[in-house]
Nanobody
Framework: QVQLVESGGGLVQAGDSLSLSCAASGRTFRPYAMGWFRQAPGKEREFVAAISWSGGITYYADSVKGRFTIYRDIIKNILYLQMNSLKPEDTAVYYC???????????????????WGQGTQVSVSS
């Protein structure tokens, strides 16, 4: 079993920055990749960013490219999301997720992940 705990959400103004963390634990935690998704009220969960755990290859949604940075600490098993130049449309609950086994499913798809955190709220006011 794997546990993921997000932190770092909050209320900020447009243009501000915020950093999210996702601490992973569990005896079977051997990630292939991890990702961040978000879900705004009344909308479907959408891909934000992903990173391959060993190689550190990153992937971003077009909507956040150039503003958000995903990175990980492989020693501490922590995933991060640095969010700069936040916009009101970034308001959502942000979830981290982990892929623990090989999969043909794209890392941009929620179905490509095996475990999810409980989410952390990010609210950006205009």
């Amino acid at each position: 079993q794997v546990q993921l705990v997000e932190s770092g959400g909050g209320l900020v103004q447009a243009g501000d920055s915020l950093s999210l963390s996702c601490a992973a634990s569990g005896r079977t935690f051997r990630p292939y990749a991890m990702g961040w998704f978000r879900q705004a009220p009344g909308k479907e969960r959408e891909f934000v960013a992903a990173i391959s755990w060993s190689g550190g290859i990153t992937y971003y949604a077009d909507s956040v490219k150039g503003r958000f940075t995903i990175y990980r600490d492989i020693i501490k098993n922590i995933l991060y999301l640095q969010m700069n130049s936040l916009k009101p449309e970034d308001t959502a609950v942000y979830y981290c997720a982990v892929r623990t086994k090989p999969s043909a499913t794209s890392l941009t798809r929620a179905g490509g992940y095996d475990y999810w955190g409980q989410g952390t709220q990010v609210s950006v006011s205009s």
